[in-house]
C-alpha cells in the first residue's frame, strides 16, 4: 500500500508539471482589506518594481497578439526565469524626445534626461546677457548672441519635469531678444505661424506660458515682458492656429479610462487630461510630448516641431509603435538567427534611452512571430555593448527547472510519544508488573508527552515560474523510544483487543506470521495475556507530496523564499500528515558549475498536524488530531 502511494505521487508529480505550462500565473493582490496603501507603501512598491525585468512585447501587424497576452507573458517568464517580470507595448520604446539631436553621441552615450548641471549652465548664459542694455552692443553682436542662446536650447533638449520650464522660457525670451536687437527678420528667429509672422522665440516663450501664466512673472523686463504678453493675449484669443494630437492606438476608440490606469500625459513637463476622443489641442511650434507610465517606469516621448499646418491631426502612439513595432521587427527577423541583429542607429538610441530611464532593470524585446506565443522571439538588451543579444533555446529549452536537497532537524508532535515496550522473554518480574496493568491505549502511549524526533528529508521540487511542485520521502527518528502500532491482520483491526491475539488466525493458510519481542506465534499459539502483538520501529517512513509558490527573483530556478503546503501518509503511526511551509533556498557564493546547476543551502519551518487513522493506536489514545511543528536545515542543488 505504502509503495503505491509513493507511485502515485510520483506520477502526480509529472502530471502537475506538463498540466502547469498551461496554467496562467495568478497576480496576488497588492491590496489587502480594501484599504488604500499609504505613500510609504506606494514608494516601497515602486522602488521594488523598478529592479524587475521589463519585456517589451512587440506587436505582429495584423494580429492581437500584445504584451497583455497571458500565453505570452507566461512563456517568456519561464524563459527568462523572471517570474516577476513587467510586460509593455512597443510603442514604450520610443524615445524621440529624449534623444539629443547631436548625431555624434552613440547610442551607449545617450543621456535620455536632462541633467540638473545644465539649468545652472543656462540660467548664468540668462543672468548675463540679461544685464548687457539693448544699446551696449552693435546687431551683428546681438545677431551672433541669438545664435549661441539659441544653441543652448538643446542643453535642455527634453522637458519632462516642471523644474526645466521656468530655465526654458526665460532662455526662449532673451533669444527672442537678442534677435529682435538684431534688426533681422530671419529665419529661424522669425517664422509664419498661420498667418501671422511672430519672433519665434517670444513666441514659444508665449506657448509655455498658455500652460502656466505665472512665468510672466519671472520677467522683470517691462519691455520683454510686454512683448511676451503680446503673442500670450492672442494665443488666449485663438489668433494662432492648433493642431490636434491623438493618442488612439490602431484606430481603435480611445478608453479614456482604461488609458488613465496605464498612463499620465505630460506636455512640456505639466501633467493634461485628453477628452473622451483622447485628443489635446496644441500650438504650432515645439511641444515636448511624455507619456509616464501610471504602474511604473516610463512610456514613449516625442519632441513634436511644427510650423506649418500640414494635417489635422497627429497620432502619437502610432508613430511611435510603426518605428519600434513593425520596423523593428523587420529589421529583428531579417537574419532571425543571429545572435547580434543589427539595427538602425536610430533604433539603437532608443534602446539605450529606454535603458538608461530604466538603469535598474533588464530590458528584453519579445516578438511572438505570426502572433503565436508559441513561437515567440526574444533579446536581450546588452548594456556594456548598447546592442541587443538573441535569448536562445538552449538550457531554456525545458522550461521546468528541478532542485534535489536532503534536509535534516528537529520537530515535535504528540504521535511520536513513547510506547510501552512488553518486558522480554524471561523477565518474569517484569511480565508479572505488566500482568497487573489494565492494557488500555491510555496506557500504551503516553499522550502528555510531546517529545522530539528527528526528521531526515530527501526531496525532488520541480519549479515552473513561481510554482513549485515536489515528492519526497521523511525518515523521522525516535527520540524517546520505539513507535509502536498494530500490525494490519484480519481481526485486528474492527475494535481494541488487548487481551489476547486472535486464536483462530490462520497464519500458515495465510501464509504470513507476526511477533512481539522476538516470539514467533505459530497457528493456534495463544500470545500472552498481558500485551498484544504490537509493530514496533524507531523510525517511521512519511512519503509525501508537496507543493507551494516561490517568490524573488531566482523563483523560476527554486531560490529564494517560498511558501509551500505537504500531505505525507506516515507508516507508524497509520496516519496523514498536513504541514504549512516557510523556507528559503539560499544559492552558495561558489558560483554556477552549469547554466542550470546552482548548489544552496535550505532552510524550513513547519507548522500543521497529524490525523490518525481509524486503525491506529493512536486514535484511541488521543484526539483525532496531534499538532505538529518543526525546523530543518540542508543542503541541495538546481538541475
Known amino acids: ?29 497588492e491590496m489587502k482589506g480594501g484599504e488604500e496603501p499609504s505613500a510609504a507603501e506606494k514608494a516601497a512598491e515602486a522602488k521594488r518594481k523598478e529592479r524587475l525585468a521589463r519585456v517589451i512585447v512587440l506587436n505582429w501587424q495584423g494580429t492581437d497578439t500584445d504584451y497583455s497576452d497571458a500565453n505570452v507573458q507566461r512563456i517568456v517568464k519561464s524563459r527568462i526565469q523572471r517570474p516577476d517580470a513587467q510586460f509593455f507595448p512597443d ?7 529624449r534623444k539629443v539631436k547631436d548625431e555624434t553621441v552613440v547610442a551607449a552615450m545617450q543621456p535620455a534626461v536632462v541633467p540638473s548641471q545644465n539649468i545652472g549652465r543656462v540660467m548664468a548664459a540668462i543672468d548675463e546677457v540679461s544685464r548687457v542694455p539693448y544699446n551696449a552692443w552693435q546687431p551683428s553682436d546681438w545677431g551672433l548672441k541669438a545664435r549661441e542662446l539659441s544653441d543652448m536650447v538643446e542643453l535642455l533638449w527634453f522637458v519632462d519635469r516642471v523644474e526645466l520650464r521656468e ?53 522683470t523686463d517691462q519691455d520683454l515682458n510686454a512683448s511676451i504678453s503680446q503673442y500670450l493675449t492672442m494665443m488666449q484669443q485663438g489668433a494662432f492656429p492648433t493642431l490636434k494630437i491623438n493618442f488612439e492606438l490602431d484606430g481603435a476608440e480611445f478608453n479614456a479610462e482604461d488609458f488613465a490606469t496605464k498612463y ?41 516641431e511644427v510650423t506649418k499646418l500640414e494635417g489635422k491631426r497627429y497620432f502619437v502612439r502610432d508613430v511611435a509603435r510603426k518605428k519600434m513595432g513593425l520596423d523593428l521587427i523587420e529589421q529583428l527577423f531579417l537574419h532571425l538567427n543571429e545572435c547580434t ?27 511572438p512571430k505570426e502572433g503565436n506565443p508559441n513561437k515567440t522571439a526574444m533579446w536581450r538588451y546588452d548594456r556594456p555593448t548598447a546592442s541587443l543579444s538573441k535569448v536562445q533555446g538552449g538550457d531554456d529549452a525545458f522550461p ?17 510519544a513513547p510506547v510501552f515496550v512488553p518486558p522480554e522473554e524471561g523477565d518474569a518480574a517484569g511480565q508479572a508488573a505488566a500482568g497487573e496493568l489494565a492494557f488500555t491505549p491510555e496506557n500504551l502511549i503516553d499522550i502528555d508527552a510531546i517529545p ?30 520505539s513507535f509502536a502500532e498494530r500490525y494490519i491482520l484480519p481481526g485486528h483491526m474492527d475494535g481494541v483487543v488487548y487481551d489476547d491475539v486472535d486464536s483462530d488466525y490462520d497464519a500458515t493458510k495465510e501464509g504470513d506470521t507476526y511477533s512481539y519481542k522476538g516470539q514467533e506465534l505459530a ?30 527573483r531566482d523563483a523560476g530556478f527554486g531560490l529564494g523564499p517560498r511558501i509551500a503546503l505537504r500531505v505525507g501518509w506516515m507508516n507508524l503511526p497509520y496516519a496523514v500528515s498536513t504541514t504549512a511551509h516557510f523556507g528559503w533556498s539560499i544559492p552558495l557564493p561558489a558560483g554556477k558549475p552549469g547554466s542550470r546547476i546552482r548548489p544552496y543551502v535550505d532552510l524550513d519551518g513547519r507548522a500543521g498536524a497529524v490525523f490518525p487513522l481509524r486503525e491506529s493506536l493512536v486514535w484511541s489514545a488521543t484526539t483525532p488530531a496531534s499538532p505538529l511543528l518543526g525546523i530543518t536545515a540542508g543542503i541541495g542543488t538546481t538541475l
Open 167 to 219: 530655465p526654458l522660457f526665460l532662455l526662449y525670451a532673451q533669444i527672442g531678444r537678442a534677435a529682435e536687437n538684431q534688426n533681422e527678420v530671419i529665419p529661424p528667429f522669425y517664422e509664419q505661424i498661420g498667418f501671422q509672422a511672430v519672433n519665434y522665440y517670444f513666441y514659444l516663450a508665449a506657448m509655455l506660458a498658455v500652460q502656466d501664466p505665472s512665468l510672466m512673472s519671472k520677467l
Open 452 to 481: 522530539a524526533y528527528i526528521p531526515l528529508t530527501f526531496e525532488l521540487r520541480g519549479h515552473y515560474n513561481r510554482m513549485m511542485l515536489g515528492v519526497g520521502v521523511e525518515l523521522g527518528i525516535g527520540t524517546e523510544g
Open 400 to 416: 521546468v527547472h528541478f532542485a534535489v536537497q536532503m534536509s535534516g532537524g528537529m520537530a515535535w508532535s504528540g504521535f511520536a
Open 341 to 367: 541583429p543589427q539595427l538602425e542607429g536610430i533604433i539603437l538610441n532608443y534602446l539605450a534611452i529606454y535603458a538608461r530611464i530604466h538603469e535598474k532593470a533588464e530590458i528584453y524585446i519579445a516578438v
Open 1 to 29: 500500500m505504502r509503495w503505491f502511494f509513493s507511485l502515485w505521487m510520483v506520477a502526480s508529480f509529472f502530471t502537475g508539471s506538463a498540466l502547469a505550462a498551461k496554467l496562467p500565473e495568478v497576480e496576488v493582490p
Open 523 to 552: 497457528d493456534g499459539e495463544a500470545s500472552p495475556n498481558w500485551a498484544q502483538a504490537l509493530h514496533y520501529e524507531t523510525v517511521n517512513v512519511t512519503p509525501y507530496l508537496t507543493g507551494g509558490v516561490v517568490l524573488g
Open 91 to 97: 510603442g514604450d520604446l520610443y524615445q524621440e524626445g
Open 264 to 304: 499620465e500625459i505630460y506636455l512640456n513637463g505639466l501633467a493634461v487630461t485628453p477628452d473622451e476622443q483622447g485628443e489635446l489641442d496644441i500650438f504650432l511650434g515645439r511641444t515636448d510630448i511624455y507619456l509616464k507610465r501610471a504602474d511604473s517606469g516610463h512610456g514613449l516621448s516625442e519632441r513634436l
